[in-house]
C-alpha cells in the first residue's frame, strides 16, 4: 500500500522560509516523478512543482518559480519543497503526489495516482 506522510508545515511570517518533506512508503520511489500541489481556502487544487524520477529535471508553476526548489532523495525515498520569499498568497494545504510515469501533464493533478493527507503552510503578512 503506497504512503505518502507529507511535514513542515507552519506559520511563517511573509518574506520567511519553510522546507515541505514527503516520506513515500510502499511504492519504488525512484521509479516515479514526484509533485507538490496547494489548495488554497475556497480554491481549487493546483500544481506547485514536479521533480522526475532521477531529480535531473525539475518544473514549476509560474506564481513559485525563482522562490520554491523541488528535490528529492532516492534513497531515503523523500522529496522536498524548500519554499523561500513566502507571501501570504502561498498559503495552503501542501500536498505531494506520486505518478509512475512523466510526460506534458504533469500540472494535472488527476494524472496522479498516490497522494498525501497534506500539510498546512500559513503565511501572515
Known amino acids: 500500500q503506497v504512503r505518502l506522510v507529507e511535514s513542515g508545515g507552519g506559520l511563517v511570517q511573509a518574506g520567511g522560509s519553510l522546507t515541505l518533506s514527503c516520506a513515500a512508503s510502499g511504492l519504488t520511489f525512484s521509479a516515479f516523478a514526484m509533485a507538490w500541489f496547494r489548495r488554497a481556502p475556497g480554491e481549487d487544487r493546483e500544481f506547485v512543482a514536479v521533480i522526475r524520477r532521477s531529480g535531473g529535471s525539475t518544473y514549476y508553476a509560474d506564481s513559485v518559480k525563482g522562490r520554491f526548489t523541488i528535490s528529492r532523495d532516492n534513497a531515503k525515498d523523500t522529496v522536498y519543497l524548500q519554499m523561500n520569499s513566502l507571501k501570504p498568497d502561498d498559503t495552503a494545504v501542501y500536498y505531494c503526489?506520486?505518478?509512475?510515469?512523466?510526460?506534458?501533464?504533469?500540472?494535472?493533478?488527476?494524472?496522479?495516482?498516490?497522494w498525501g493527507q497534506g500539510t498546512q503552510v500559513t503565511v501572515s503578512s
Open positions: 503526489a506520486a505518478r509512475n510515469r512523466f510526460d506534458s501533464d504533469y500540472a494535472h493533478e488527476y494524472h496522479y495516482s498516490d
